[in-house]
């Protein structure tokens, strides 16, 4: 399996997903606060960061793959937690195998699927089109540095440095039709709420107020229909594992 990942810390284990475009670098700042209590796997999506092939890039298919890597490094229990898509792979993990989840949180996850026009969109041909310009390498520093800006609650406090892992996370091979593959399968995605309720652990929902990828009332929705508890994060934006990550830590330990 050609899966890149960080494991790191002692003590009780919590596994993270990370979102598109990006890799499990995001958790960096979770890592470095919580090391000490727990230890932390941190994943590469497929196609992702340093990651090769290695599922499907379907919420559902990395999830049916990331349940032998999880036990193949020893862990049998775990906290969860999932940010944007990774919080849509969580979901459908925890669905499928809610005997290895003590607790789930996701933030900034768009489970609740896209626009009609989105996903039409998306299901085209000229999708992949649309994406081409990742490619053109002069372009991808300033281009990724302002999405990231737009996306950060408040711009101001965005450090440049933290370009360079999207920017290796974009090298990714195959990372352009992965992404592709992901969007689609956003659109395509259900939540499995019957699963999801029969489940024994705690769930919870942490948004940024000032997303504005995924704005705060689909989270409020969200945990609604999870019957989650429901954290909104003042000045925050959809990045919230590296503009909050103390609230990430928060939120997966009160559970």
Same mark, same amino acid.
């Given at each position: 399996?050609?899966? &890149?990942?960080?494991? *790191? ?8 997903? &990370?979102?598109?475009?990006? *890799? %499990?670098?995001?958790?960096?700042? !979770? ?6 209590? &727990? +230890? ?10 340093? *990651? ?6 379907? #919420? ?17 229990? /775990?906290?969860? /937690?999932? &940010?944007?898509?990774?919080? =849509? ?14 607790? =789930? ?13 989105? +996903?039409?969109?998306?299901?085209? #041909?000229?999708?992949? =089109? ?10 991808? $520093?300033?281009?990724? +540095? ?18 360079? %892992? ?8 195959? /990372? ?13 995605? $259900?939540? #499995?709420?019957?699963? =999801? ?7 919870? !929902? ?23 508890? /429901? $954290? !909104? ?23």
């Amino acid at each position: 399996m050609a899966i &890149h990942f960080r494991d *790191s810390g002692a003590g009780e284990p919590v596994v993270l997903i &990370h979102g598109l475009g990006a *890799s %499990h670098r995001v958790f960096d700042g !979770v890592i470095t606060e919580g090391g000490e209590r &727990h +230890r932390f796997l941190a994943i590469d999506l497929p196609r992702s960061g340093r *990651s090769k092939t290695w599922a499907e890039n379907t #919420p559902e298919a990395i999830a049916d793959a990331l349940e032998p890597f999880v036990v193949a490094r020893g862990l049998s229990r /775990f906290r969860l /937690f999932g &940010h944007s898509f990774g919080g =849509l792979v969580a979901l459908a993990y925890a669905a499928k195998y809610p005997q290895r989840v003590t607790s =789930l949180t996701v933030a900034s996850a768009p489970a609740l699927g896209l626009p009609p026009e989105a +996903r039409l969109f998306l299901e085209s #041909p000229m999708a992949p =089109l649309s994406t081409m310009w990742m490619t053109a390498t002069p372009l991808w $520093r300033p281009m990724v +540095r302002n999405y990231l800006k737009w996306l950060w609650g408040q711009p101001e406090q965005f450090k440049d440095e933290t370009v360079a %892992h999207y920017l290796e996370s974009l090298g990714a091979d195959g /990372f352009l039709s992965g992404m592709i593959d992901s969007l689609r399968a956003v659109g395509r995605f $259900r939540l #499995p709420i019957e699963p =999801l309720e029969a489940a024994p652990f705690p769930r919870r !929902v942490l948004w940024g107020d000032k997303d504005p990828l995924v704005p705060v009332i689909h989270g409020e929705r969200l945990a609604t229909a999870l019957k989650a508890d /429901f $954290r !909104v994060l003042p000045d925050v934006g959809h990045c919230v594992p590296e503009e909050h990550p103390q609230a990430v830590l928060e939120a997966i330990r009160e559970h």
